[in-house]
Every structure is written in C-alpha cells, then in structure tokens.
C-alpha cells in the first residue's frame, strides 16, 4: 500500500465537539500563607542572619577581644621593664658624675657637676680657658690673657670652694700673653675635705 500524501481526503466524519461531563477538581493550594511555610521562610531567614552576623560582628568581636588581650599582655611587659629601669636615672646621674666603677665607697671623688659649677663660675671668668681636663681627683686649666696678679686672685677664689684640696700654678708671668698653667687637686666626697 502506498501511500499518497497529495489525495484528498475522503470519507465522512462525524463532527465531534468536545465536552466535559465532569469537574476538574485540581487545585494547587497556596502554601506560602501556611504556618509551617512561614516557619521555614523564617528559620532561613534567621540562619542567613546568623551567618552574616558572626561574619560582620562577632568574628570582628573575636579579633578584637584578641587584639585586647595582646596589648594587655604588651602592657604588662612594658610595665614590668619600666619597673626594672625605675632606678634608671638615679644610677646614671651617679655613674656619668662618678664614672669609676672600681673605687670603693669611702673613695669616691667629689661630684662631678660640682666641679663644673666651680669651674664656671670662677675659672671661666677669667682670661681665655684654653684646656680644661679632668683625671680621677686632678682638674687641670690652661688659661691665656692672665697675669700674675689676676692669677693669684683666681687661686684665692677657687681654694674657697669645699670641692678643692688644693691649688697649684705650674706657669705664670706678669705678662699677659703667656699661658697660666692651674692644677686644682679635688677633695674626695667621704674623706671629709682632707686629701
């Protein structure tokens, strides 16, 4: 049998119209207004919150309650080698006057800051100081523009200070363009002003 697509079409059919004789019951319920939907839509809603909470707050809470803790324990440290160091100053201000580690007690010389006050106020203040050097219990200065007259007056006025055992002048003239030469020996601070 072949079949030709192009024959018309024959035979008589009965028309049929559709018809329903029943009712179609199939209804898709809303569930959204449900309380177990909306109990779902809030548990996700709540999970999602949570999660986005501990990311932004409390993982931020964490770091930070760490960072605390470490500057605490950074405070803490520093506090304790503050404590360390509190007699710091008071040591070094004896140690830059006296600077002789191997004296004992009763040979420490004179404070250092006392003789520079000496010095300034006395030596200073007359002539032109060239040299001034300090060894252990000797200060010696070499001064220009002096002479002797001027040079006696200096001696006289530095022996009055209690730092000073005693005071020699190596050189000297009565003319003013030669150097003056002044070794000042320094009194001990536990020897009571006797050398």
Do not use: W
């Not at 559709?18 to 019951?25: A, D, G, M, V």
């Not at 200073?124 to 050097?133: A, H, I, L, P, R």
Request: glycine share 4%; charged share 25%.
């Amino acid at each position: 049998m072949k079949l030709d697509l192009n024959a018309p079409i024959t035979g008589k059919k009965k028309d049929v119209y559709p018809s329903k004789k029943t009712i179609n019951l199939y209804y898709k319920e809303d569930k959204t207004t449900r309380p177990s939907t909306i109990a779902l839509y809030a548990l996700f809603i709540a999970v999602v919150l949570l999660a986005v909470s501990k990311v932004v707050v409390f993982d931020r809470l964490d770091e930070l309650a760490r960072v605390q803790v470490q500057a605490e324990e950074l405070q803490a440290h520093y506090d304790e080698q503050m404590g360390k160091l509190k007699e710091y100053k008071e040591i070094s201000s004896k140690y830059s006057r006296y600077s002789f580690s191997y004296l004992r007690e009763d040979e420490i010389l004179c404070d250092r800051m006392d003789v520079l006050d000496m010095l300034e106020k006395t030596v200073f203040s007359y002539g032109k100081v060239d040299t001034v050097s300090i060894t252990e219990d000797t200060v010696s200065v070499n001064l220009s523009g002096t002479n002797l007259e001027e040079t006696a007056q200096l001696v006289q006025l530095v022996e009055s200070y209690d730092v000073v055992a005693h005071v020699e002048v190596n050189t000297a003239s009565l003319n003013e363009n030669y150097a003056t030469r002044i070794v000042i020996t320094l009194v001990g601070t536990e020897n009571g002003g006797e050398q």
